[in-house]
């Protein structure tokens, strides 16, 4: 999908060098994954204490001899 967007150049000059990646393009989407997977990462973060434990789980059962 093309798309045309007024991207603040300092920023993107920037990410362009701490990223090491090559296009413009590759940068705004790698940037956009990683704002994707942090905000993932926090609504699982949100979760911690919420959810009762399983009574029948039994974590000698899941090691590996």
Do not use: C, W
Not at 13 to 21: C, D, W
Not at 37 to 48: A, C, N, T, V, Y
């Amino acid at each position: 999908m093309a798309t045309n967007l007024a991207i603040d150049d300092k920023l993107l000059k920037e990410a362009l060098l701490i990223s090491g990646l090559k296009t413009k393009k590759d940068t705004v989407n790698h940037a956009l994954k990683e704002f994707i997977d942090r905000r993932k990462q926090l609504e699982i973060i949100g979760l911690f204490g919420k959810l009762d434990p399983d009574p029948d789980y039994d974590y000698k059962k899941a090691r590996v001899l």
